[in-house]
């Protein structure tokens, strides 16, 4: 029976957009792989493995032997330190340039001051300059550019050429022509020994130096998950054994009793057993108010104690616990591929062999119809065609933007669990919102109590009590806090029976009590009479009508209501703006369910939906467009699923989380709006950095390849280009650093002052 398995890699030398693909095929190829996806902007590979066939250890084998040397990624691993990496391109960029200044003022300088070449030949002479810039040349190429060859020969012997490839051939071409037109001058053509040892030399540091520069800029993309990593806790004071010890968070166990004191950030996730206090929880909600904490409250490991001191059980630690399952879900988001990268993907797999196959076609065009002497145009020409190339910044362009979107997003307590989900959100039309715990505060309250003729509203109050106190259902709270709140003692139930969505039944002291929704009571052949009218009153009122019967007899109407949280009405004027039209599910009868819709301005309502049929109801909505369902429930989770991008509001349960593409981690709707908002951002910034990377070769290549030269005289420069090429990359970088200031979305406030004051009573399922 197959067992699958998703691992991640540290995949090192990758290059550029085709080094990514040649390690993604080589990683499908390995024993037990499903799927495996390569991550240039995080050098790390996904892969979903059968363990029964593979093992991390050989998966990460057979990518190494294809020229990328991998391990396996350490759970809770941060990003790679890049500082070593980022220090020696430093170092070997400085070096380079020191050894082909020179190189460059002896051949280029007659360009910038008339005369030097004369002044050259009259010193030193021309031969000498020419050998002393091979000898400084040949330290460059062999030098701080040897990691060029190392890599790209050997990629172009097992014909897999990359970045690499191109800038080997390219800077070799330049420096053989050149070593040549030095000491065999004779076996070229006449007229066309010209030395271009400047050429190769300052490509190479122009290309180091774009690297240097890319990866110091790569190096911030990871900041969000390097923020979020320093918010873990070192150590906790924890009770054992009669006496309290410090211990590292790796050593605390679920059911340890751990001691905070102001100023210190709460280790684990935990349940408090004494004190009172404000934590700071700004980390995970983004709300900058500290939340008060007292018995039987939950804490969140990484938050920050403000005032006070407590004790609180541990009841998840390690990778348990909200702050590192935050940072999965954000890795997980970076490391995931667009469905627009599968575009990149196919091209850049061909993209180096068919550069190749165009500088030769370059050098043999102007060898055949170039001007005399053919042999130097034809070689600037094609060592221009293979250095300005870039796929770097094609492979570059979709994981940058969405590793530092993602980044920000969750700054702003929003998460992706799935990649995909940035791009999808672009397509939705429809917002579906489940209405309890989503739409409202999810704590219903007993607003109305009608009795019928010959029924004491004590009474009746007290027996439908004692059978709602056999419920866990929201509605049945609310109506056993109205009878505790009115000082009533409860009797004793029995042949309790509940029905999902529907009521519930029981015998209380020797009477039969039922109570529940008006299908219910006609379910059991109950006869409401005026109470009917009353309901219907309560419904119009945006009160959710239930009946009790005593004996078969309707015995009293119950209103309850469940208030719209604060900003529910500013978060769907927010979607409006967007252009999305806003739906609501609720297993609310039409009456109550419109009352709410008109209230707050939502599109279109689908009433009296039982927990199961939510997936039912998604698919009639799915006939206006793309969709999204905002949920928190366990009843959510199915939908969740169903939906094309599935929300979920952090407030709800671990089922529903796990369920969604995206999770708030607070329950303010408005950060569903923010997910739209960074979606959009991101995608802008992705659609920006792809019309960069291929409209740059688009351009470019034909013109290193002479193209404007037979109209202009205009030739590129291999040096210009190499600067070029570098440039490119840094671009793509730098714009997707912009995300990271992305501002929040901002929402104008909702019109009418009732809906904008969240004081609207919603009804309750």
């Known amino acids: 029976m197959p067992q699958h398995q998703t691992i991640q890699l540290q995949v090192s030398g990758l290059s550029c957009a085709s080094c990514v693909g040649r390690a993604q095929?080589?990683?499908?190829?390995?024993?037990?792989?499903?799927?495996?996806?390569?991550?240039?902007?995080?050098?790390?590979?996904?892969?979903?493995?059968?363990?029964?066939?593979?093992?991390?250890?050989?998966?990460?084998?057979?990518?190494?032997?294809?020229?990328?040397?991998?391990?396996?990624?350490?759970?809770?691993?941060?990003?790679?330190?890049?500082?070593?990496?980022?220090?020696?391109?430093?170092?070997?960029?400085?070096?380079?340039a020191l050894l082909a200044l020179p190189v460059f003022l002896l051949e280029m300088g007659s360009h910038l001051v008339p005369g030097i070449h004369q002044l050259i030949a009259q010193t030193i002479g021309t031969q000498n300059s020419h050998i002393l810039q091979f000898l400084l040349t040949t330290?460059?190429?062999?030098?701080?550019?040897?990691?060029?060859?190392?890599?790209?020969?050997?990629?172009?012997?097992?014909?897999?050429?990359?970045?690499?490839?191109?800038?080997?051939?390219?800077?070799?071409?330049?420096?053989?022509?050149?070593?040549?037109?030095?000491?065999?001058?004779?076996?070229?053509?006449?007229?066309?020994?010209?030395?271009?040892?400047?050429?190769?030399?300052?490509?190479?540091?122009?290309?180091?130096?774009?690297?240097?520069l890319e990866a110091r800029a790569k190096g911030r993309t990871g900041d969000a998950i390097r923020r979020l990593i320093k918010l873990r806790s070192g150590v906790a004071r924890v009770e054992r054994t009669d006496q309290t010890v410090d211990l590292p968070i790796e050593e605390i166990a679920v059911g340890d009793i751990i001691q905070v004191r102001p100023g210190e950030r709460v280790a684990v996730d935990g349940v408090v057993l004494s004190g009172t206090s404000f934590v700071n929880e700004s980390m995970i909600t983004g709300e900058p108010i500290p939340v008060p904490k007292a018995v039987d409250d939950t804490v969140i490991g990484g938050t920050i104690n403000s005032t006070g001191a407590f004790r609180f059980r541990a009841a998840r630690v390690g990778a348990d616990t909200m702050l590192a399952r935050i940072i999965a879900m954000v890795e997980q988001a970076q490391a995931a591929k667009l469905p627009i990268q599968g575009v990149v993907d196919r091209i850049t797999t061909w993209f180096v062999p068919a550069v190749m196959v165009v500088a030769v076609a370059t050098i043999l065009l102007w060898l055949a119809f170039g001007p005399a002497p053919a042999l130097p145009y034809a070689l600037v020409a094609g060592v221009s065609v293979l250095i300005i190339a870039c796929p770097c910044a094609m492979g570059l362009a979709t994981p940058t933007s969405i590793m530092v979107g993602t980044g920000r997003a969750a700054e702003l307590g929003v998460f992706f669990r799935k990649g995909d989900a940035l791009q999808l959100l672009q397509e939705v039309n429809v917002v579906a919102l489940d209405k309890t715990g989503t739409l409202t505060q999810g704590r219903p309250a007993m607003t109305d109590l009608v009795t019928a003729e010959g029924f004491d509203k004590h009474r009746v109050l007290g027996l439908i009590a004692t059978v709602e106190a056999l419920s866990e259902h929201p509605i049945a709270n609310a109506v056993s806090r109205a009878a505790a709140e009115a000082g009533l003692s409860l009797g004793e139930a029995t042949e309790f029976e509940s029905i999902t969505g529907l009521g519930a039944q029981a015998r209380v002291d020797g009477h039969r009590v039922l109570i529940g929704s008006d299908q219910f009571m006609a379910r059991h052949g109950i006869e409401l009479g005026d109470l009917a009218d009353t309901g219907a009153t309560l419904a119009q009122r945006g009160r959710t009508p239930l009946y009790a019967a005593i004996d078969d007899r309707a015995a009293a109407v119950i209103g309850v209501s469940d208030p719209i949280k604060p900003t529910t009405p500013v978060a769907i004027k927010a979607f409006h703006d967007m252009g999305l039209k806003v739906a609501m599910i609720s297993g609310d009868n039409q009456t109550t369910a419109q009352a709410i819709a008109d209230e707050l301005r939502i599109d279109t309502v689908i009433a009296g939906v039982l927990p199961d049929g939510k997936v039912a109801a998604l698919t009639e909505l799915r006939a206006g467009g793309k969709l999204a369902f905002v949920g928190d429930g366990i009843n959510d989770a199915p939908a969740l699923a169903s939906a094309d991008v599935g929300i979920a509001v952090g407030s709800g349960t671990d089922v529903a989380i796990e369920a969604a593409?995206?999770?708030?981690?607070?329950?303010?709707?408005?950060?569903?709006?923010?997910?739209?908002?960074?979606?959009?951002?991101?995608?802008?910034?992705?659609?920006?950095?792809?019309?960069?990377?291929f409209g740059y070769n688009v351009l470019l290549i034909p013109v290193a390849a002479g193209v404007f030269y037979p109209m202009f005289g205009l030739m590129l420069s291999p040096v210009l280009a190499a600067g070029a090429m570098a440039m490119s990359s840094v671009f793509v970088v730098t714009n997707a650093l912009r995300l990271r200031h992305a501002k929040p979305a901002s929402f104008a406030p909702a019109a009418d002052k009732q809906v904008q004051s969240g004081m609207v009573e919603a009804a309750s399922i």
């Open 661 to 693: 593409d995206v999770v708030l981690i607070s329950g303010d709707l408005t950060g569903v709006a923010h997910a739209f908002d960074i979606s959009s951002k991101t995608m802008r910034n992705i659609h920006q950095n792809l019309f960069w990377a």
């Open 139 to 212: 330290a460059v190429l062999f030098g701080p550019g040897f990691q060029f060859f190392a890599k790209g020969l050997p990629a172009l012997l097992r014909r897999v050429p990359d970045m690499n490839s191109l800038v080997a051939i390219g800077t070799l071409a330049a420096y053989g022509f050149s070593v040549v037109a030095t000491f065999a001058p004779g076996l070229l053509p006449a007229g066309t020994a010209n030395v271009y040892f400047e050429a190769a030399a300052v490509i190479v540091v122009l290309i180091l130096l774009g690297r240097y």
């Open 25 to 96: 095929r080589a990683l499908q190829s390995a024993p037990g792989v499903v799927t495996a996806t390569v991550n240039l902007a995080t050098e790390t590979a996904t892969v979903d493995f059968d363990t029964t066939i593979g093992s991390p250890i050989q998966i990460a084998d057979v990518v190494t032997k294809a020229g990328y040397p991998a391990r396996p990624k350490t759970p809770d691993a941060a990003p790679q330190d890049k500082s070593e990496d980022i220090a020696r391109l430093r170092r070997m960029t400085v070096i380079a």
